[in-house]
Nanobody
Framework: QVQLVESGGGLVQAGGSLRLSCAAS????????MAWFRQAPGEEREFVAA????????RHADSVMGRFGISRDNVNNTIYLQMNSLKPEDTAVYYC?????????????????WGQGTQVTVSS
């Protein structure tokens, strides 16, 4: 059974940085796509970034390109989301998700496993 545990959220001022972590367990993840999504109150869940665990190929949403970066630590089975130049509109609950596939997708319904989420709040 896949378990995903996020950490690293918090309150930060606009322009600041945070690094989110997602500790993954329960499987060998070499054939998985790992992703970050976010959801603000009253909004749909939105793709942020994804990474292929096997080859490290990444994809980022246009809204975070150049500010956020997804990475992986194969030794510790952890996915990271480095968030720089944060804006108030980045405020949301951030979720880690997993999909057993070699193809990155931005559709949340195609991810089978989810963490509990971590709150990120950016003040202006």
């Amino acid at each position: 059974q896949v378990q995903l545990v996020e950490s690293g959220g918090g309150l930060v001022q606009a322009g600041g940085s945070l690094r989110l972590s997602c500790a993954a367990s329960g499987r060998t993840f070499s054939s998985y796509i790992m992703a970050w999504f976010r959801q603000a109150p009253g909004e749909e869940r939105e793709f942020v970034a994804a990474i292929s665990w096997a080859v490290g190929r990444t994809r980022h949403a246009d809204s975070v390109m150049g500010r956020f970066g997804i990475s992986r630590d194969n030794v510790n089975n952890t996915i990271y989301l480095q968030m720089n130049s944060l804006k108030p509109e980045d405020t949301a609950v951030y979720y880690c998700a997993a999909r057993q596939s070699m193809q990155i997708t931005m559709t949340p319904q195609q991810y089978t496993d989810w963490g509990q989420g971590t709150q990120v709040t950016v003040s202006s």
